[in-house]
Structures are given as structure tokens and as C-alpha cells.
């Protein structure tokens, strides 16, 4: 004989729909069904907003979810009151453009030591070869050979301040613009 009810349901399960079974898992209210707020629960979401509650706070009082909270006080158009962010400290300057301006006096300094064309594009030696888990601060970090190789390392010379390379790969790496003749 075919048990009575719908399809799927044995007679001795209850006729209860998953998210009732499951609010009861939960430790909800088995009276509740499918009613989450009530009267009384709004009242008890109003009190603690205005209590100054956090939305997790409010949740674990009344007895929901923290996303059910937030929802429903979206839903009632109630601010949660947050405080005032701290006002913002006025700009003293654009912070990129003291940086660019502090990188070009640096290469600068660096294109004065060497006045001939030739020796800007000498090789410079690495006196201070080194891989990369000995490359360290203030050291150039120049790769040499390609990665992979065996002989691939960095060069390891001092980096001049406030750059990643030696004076001789800064001035490979950042190259004088020709000037426009006009």
C-alpha cells in the first residue's frame, strides 16, 4: 500500500517544509513557523537600534540572523546610527609628485659623476654578485643573465638612495631623453 501525502514523504514524516525543520534545528521558535518578525520582535529591533547595538548584538538578542537584522532594517529605512567618521587631514601637496620630483634629482646626481657619453654605456661590473635570497636592502637589483640559467643572479652593488639599481644600471635603466630641437 502507497503511503498518503506527496510524493517522496513517507507517512511517518512530518509535513513540515525544510525551512521549518530547520529553524527548529537552529534552536528557533517551533511556534514561529514561518513568521520571522513579529510585532514584537520589531519593537525589540527598534529598542536596540536605538540602544546603540551592533546588527550581531541585535541578532543574538531577538533571536535571528545578523543578515536578517540588516535586512530588515533596510526594509523599515532605519539608520543604524554609526558614528561619525574622524574628519579627513587636508592634503599638504600631491605626494606623487614630491616623489617624481625626489627621483629626478637623484638620477640627476647621478647622470653629473659620469660626464662622458662613453662611459654611460660601459659595462658596469658586479662586484657583489648574489641570488635572490641574498639580495638585500640598498643592494642593485639588476637581474644578470636570464632567469633559469645557471649563472643568473643580481648585481648586488650598492643601490644609490632611493633606488633599486647601482649608479651605473640607474643610468641604464633610467635613460636622459634626447632633446627636441626646435
Known amino acids: ?18 525551512p521549518f525543520t530547520r529553524r527548529i534545528e537552529r534552536g528557533g521558535d517551533p ?16 529598542h536596540h537600534v536605538g540602544a546603540g547595538m551592533t ?4 541578532a543574538r538578542a531577538i533571536g535571528v540572523s545578523r543578515n536578517a537584522v540588516i535586512g530588515k532594517l533596510n526594509r523599515l ?26 627621483q629626478r634629482q637623484i638620477l640627476r646626481a647621478v647622470y653629473a ?16 654578485r648574489c641570488s635572490l635570497l641574498e639580495l638585500a636592502h640598498g643592494m642593485c637589483r639588476w637581474p644578470l643573465n636570464e632567469p633559469g640559467t645557471n649563472d643568473f643572479a643580481f648585481c648586488g ?5 632611493g633606488l633599486s639599481y647601482c649608479a651605473g644600471h640607474a643610468r641604464m635603466a633610467y ?5 627636441r630641437h626646435g
Open 1 to 18: 500500500m502507497l503511503p498518503t501525502g506527496r510524493i517522496g514523504e513517507s507517512a511517518e514524516a512530518p509535513r513540515f517544509g525544510a
Open 31 to 46: 511556534d514561529m513557523g514561518t513568521r520571522t518578525w513579529t510585532t514584537e520582535r520589531i519593537e525589540q529591533l527598534r
Open 55 to 58: 546588527c550581531a548584538e541585535i
Open 175 to 179: 635613460r636622459v631623453p634626447a632633446r
Open 157 to 161: 652593488n650598492g643601490a644609490v638612495g
Open 113 to 128: 659623476e659620469v660626464p662622458a657619453l662613453a662611459e654611460t654605456c660601459a659595462p658596469v661590473t658586479s662586484l657583489h
Open 77 to 102: 529605512g532605519i539608520s543604524r546610527g554609526r558614528a561619525p567618521a574622524a574628519p579627513r587631514r587636508e592634503r599638504t601637496g600631491d605626494r606623487r609628485r614630491v616623489t617624481i620630483v625626489t
